[in-house]
């Protein structure tokens, strides 16, 4: 089993920046790749970002490329998502999510581990 817990969230005014951290342990952190999704009140989960247990190669959504970057400490067991450039349309509950797996899992089927999420706000 891994633990997942994320934290960082909070309300940014629209152009602000935020940093997500997601605190992983049970086992060995760096065999996990690791992603980042978002549920939007009424919408389904998507994928934000992802990255290998190695920090390559990473993987982005359209919608966040140029803005979000995710990285990992893997001494710390711990996965960041900094958000800069926040957007209305970027507010919704964070989710990270661990697969045992090489490459970089962008479905959210692909993955097997979830934490409780980390509320962003963002308003317009």
């Known amino acids: 089993q891994v633990q997942l817990v994320e934290s960082g969230g909070g309300l940014v005014q629209a152009g602000g920046s935020l940093r997500l951290s997601c605190a992983a342990s049970?086992?060995?952190?760096?065999?996990?790749?690791m992603g980042w999704f978002r549920q939007a009140p009424g919408k389904e989960r998507e994928f934000v970002a992802g990255?290998?247990?190695?920090?390559?190669?990473?993987a982005y959504a359209d919608s966040v490329k140029g803005r979000f970057t995710i990285s990992r400490d893997n001494a710390k067991n711990t996965v960041y998502l900094q958000m800069n450039n926040l957007k209305p349309e970027s507010a919704a509950v964070y989710y990270c999510?661990?697969?045992?797996?090489?490459?970089?899992?962008?479905?959210?089927?692909?993955?097997?581990?979830w934490g409780q999420g980390t509320q962003v706000a963002v308003p317009s």
């Open positions: 999510a661990a697969k045992n797996t090489a490459g970089v899992p962008t479905t959210l089927k692909m993955y097997d581990y």
């Open positions: 990255i290998s247990w190695s920090s390559n190669p990473t």
């Open positions: 049970g086992r060995t952190f760096s065999n996990y790749a």
